[in-house]
């Protein structure tokens, strides 16, 4: 990127509307599975349960409670400490780990960026990790990403 720009995108007064604008239309646009993650997420808030806003470095919805622990136990792909769903994170009472946090964040951005396709893409790229051998959740371009951002934290 050139100088010019650079210093441009740099510039508090464009960077932070920014922000917002490409979080809003994220919020938008993973909305349908946002919406699903809130129906996942109303049981467990109202059984003894939890809710709190995340908001750095990616706004989310944090729920916990003892029915989100029995849950994430029997998840049809193994046990999880914790999933998202749009804009909702769904989490153990225990192990949830800043680690955990921020790679189910990242899943969040992903949802914000692929929308209501996010599902469908992440089932083709665990298909795909499948086709060539590989372990469909290892090696899933979803779940590698979210890994590197771990990584970053
Ligand atoms: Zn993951």
Redesign the pocket.
Known sequence: MRTRQRKLLNNNYIRFPLFWIGTILGIVWASPLTVLGLLMALPVVLIRGQMQLVRHPTIAILVRGPFADQLLSRHPFGAMTAMALGHVVIAEQQGLSSRVLI?ELA?VRQAARWGIIFPFAYIASSAWAGIRGRDAYWHNKF?ID?REAEKQF
């Open positions: 790679h899943h779940e979210a």
